[in-house]
C-alpha cells in the first residue's frame, strides 16, 4: 500500500467515526445524572447517616442529596461496583482514598452548617456527585 493509499484510508475512516458519532452528543451515560438531581432525604435528628459509593450500577451514591443536622456523621460505604471510588469534599474539607474494595468506610462529622458538594473524582463525569446540606 502506497503512502497516498493509506492517508486516503486513514482520512476515510476518521469520516466513518466522526459521522457515527454525530448523533451521540445528546446520549445518556448509564449512571449519569440525566439533568436532574434527585430530591434531598430528610435524615435530621439522626446522629449517623450512611451512604452507598458504587450504587446505581456502579456509578452513583445513594442517597446522593441529604440534610443532615450540625454534629451528624456521615459514613460512606463502598459496594464493590463500578470500579475505584473516592469521596471528595468540592470546598476541601474532606477527601477519602481512592478504592473500590466492598465494605470500605470513610466517615465525617459536619460541625458548621450550610450546603457541602462533593464527588467521586474518577467518575465525576458521569454524574457520581451529592450534596449534603446541614442544617442546625
Do not use: K
Not at 448523533?23 to 450512611?50: F, K, L, N, Y
Not at 456509578?59 to 443532615?68: E, Q, R, S
Amino acid at each position: 500500500m502506497t503512502d497516498r493509499t493509506r492517508r486516503e484510508a486513514l482520512a476515510g475512516a476518521g469520516a466513518v467515526a466522526v459521522a457515527a458519532l454525530a448523533g451521540c452528543a445528546d446520549a445518556v451515560i448509564p449512571g449519569g445524572d440525566e439533568g436532574s438531581d434527585p430530591e434531598p432525604v430528610d435524615r435530621t435528628d439522626e446522629e449517623q447517616v450512611t451512604v452507598a459509593v458504587g450504587a446505581d450500577a456502579g456509578f452513583a451514591f445513594a442517597p446522593a442529596n441529604l440534610i443532615v443536622d450540625t454534629g451528624t456523621t456521615v459514613v460512606w460505604e463502598w459496594t464493590g461496583a463500578g470500579g475505584a471510588h473516592n469521596v471528595v469534599d468540592r470546598g476541601g474539607a474532606f477527601e477519602s482514598e481512592l478504592t473500590g474494595e466492598e465494605g470500605y468506610t470513610f466517615e465525617y462529622t459536619f460541625t458548621d452548617s450550610g450546603v457541602v458538594e462533593y464527588v467521586c473524582t474518577p467518575h465525576q463525569t458521569r454524574g457520581m456527585e451529592g450534596t449534603i446540606e446541614v442544617v442546625e
